[in-house]
């Protein structure tokens, strides 16, 4: 039905039309939630600390509290959030304040060192204390801010609606550059900014760099297990993660219109690339360019960069020949899930294998590196052009993909 109807909200609008509250959906959906990215991520990555324990000499019951105090901090997090934007619906001001108050929190913490991380985040304090005092704690504080947020939750049926002024031609000129694209280009330029996607691609973007930084700091100081990532390393995660950039240019809008307008599938893709490339391209340069001075390898800066952009293309064509318009909702098909795992795995675990070895072998390295970039970039160009074949004629419906249409055959 979700397919057939775009962009409906199924589950959050059932009280709309059938006799069950909002709060009751949305803590439902709350729920939902927290049990799929514990599944998707916490799960994961307490199980591949099982597997390579043995050789990392740390104990099983040692991962077995990792896992509980990853769940809890998640959890913790996860209710704040869900807290947070429950205030806000209800009033912009007290969502201010909520997260005025989060900062003051954080800044008694860090620069003003006033309390100690683990009185903040209580499952903090019981990894490097070992209470279990700090354990029920943070049990507590997670119910509470659940239900505070369930409670909070605000019973609205009527839909926000914002004015914008008509600027398509001035936008337009200013993507003259493209030539036969700047309409195209234009349109999704505006739409992005709109919606708030590039916020949302910018955080998406620092996010698991972040993240991925805190799972070393867990390694490095809970663990006892040294981890030493260079830029070139950084340089392979952030051609992968720019697919966030691209899942968020295609999430904002509902497609079905432009079956009745002068364009076509593979057109559209095409302006969501040279927008991505516009966006990631940047931030990716200026990211490597950054950590590489800060850390001291501002020699490694030039492969980075050719890993970083020969992994960003790579992803960005593999993810369009399979997704094309729709990839947050095929995404989620097993096979297709498996076809992109499949592409796009062995080729990031290969550079990063890579990066790791460049201190005890960096000519080889690098040379194997730069020849990873030329194929990964070669296999790219064959890619967009299956893929621009594979969408072309296909019409700007979900409901009609994997159904061959009489403009594709």
């Known amino acids: 039905m979700a397919r057939r109807l775009g962009q409906f909200g199924m589950l959050l609008q059932l009280p709309r039309c059938h006799p069950v509250t ?59 959030s869900f807290l947070a934007s429950s205030i806000a619906s209800q009033s912009r001001v007290a969502g201010g304040g909520v997260a005025v108050a989060v900062l003051i929190l954080l800044a008694s913490i860090w620069p003003l060192r006033v309390l100690p991380p683990g009185y903040l985040l209580p499952s903090l304090g019981f990894w490097d204390a070992r209470q279990p005092l700090f354990l029920l704690v943070a049990t507590i504080v997670v119910i509470l801010l659940s239900t505070a947020a369930v409670l909070s939750a605000h019973e609205r ?53 972040l993240g991925l930084y805190v799972l070393v700091w867990i390694f490095q100081r809970g663990l006892g297990v040294p981890i030493n990532f260079n830029i070139v390393f950084y340089g392979s995660l952030v051609g992968f993660l720019g697919v966030h950039t691209y899942s968020m240019l295609t999430n904002f809008e509902p497609n079905e219109f432009l079956n009745a307008q002068p364009t076509t599938v593979d057109r559209v893709i095409h ?65 297709v899930l498996a076809k992109f795992a499949g592409s796009i795995i062995p080729p990031l675990v290969f550079a ?8 005890g072998e960096a000519l080889l390295s690098i040379l194997l590196l730069a020849g990873e970039s030329v194929v990964l970039l070669v296999l ?30």
Not at 352 to 359: A, F, Q, R, V
């Open 380 to 409: 790219s160009f064959y890619l967009f052009r299956a893929a621009s074949k594979r969408w072309r004629g296909e019409h700007f419906s979900f409901a009609t993909i994997g159904t061959p249409t009489q403009d594709s055959s």
């Open 352 to 359: 990063t294998i890579l990066s790791l070895t460049l201190k």
């Open 157 to 209: 049926f009527e839909t926000r609606e914002r004015k914008h002024k008509s600027v398509l031609l001035p936008t337009e000129k200013s993507f003259a550059f493209t030539g036969k694209w700047k309409t195209l280009l234009a349109k999704e330029w505006i739409e992005a900014r709109r919606s708030g996607a590039f916020g949302a691609a910018v955080t998406g973007f620092i996010g698991p760099l």
């Open 271 to 335: 302006a969501k690339l040279m927008l991505f490339f516009l966006l990631n391209m940047s931030s990716s340069i200026s990211f490597l360019a950054v950590v590489g001075v800060l850390t001291g390898e501002a020699t490694l800066v030039p492969i980075s960069l050719l890993v970083a952009t020969a992994m960003t293309v790579y992803v960005a064509a593999v993810t369009t020949r399979l997704t094309g318009l729709w990839m947050n909702t095929m995404l989620f098909d097993a096979k």
């Open 22 to 80: 909002y709060r009751r959906v949305i803590s439902i959906f709350f729920f939902k939630d927290a049990t799929f990215y514990v599944l998707y991520s916490i799960i994961p990555i307490v199980a591949g600390i099982a597997v390579a324990a043995p050789l990392a000499h740390v104990t099983y019951g040692g991962v077995a509290l990792l896992g509980l105090t990853l769940f809890l901090a998640f959890m913790t997090g996860m209710s704040l």
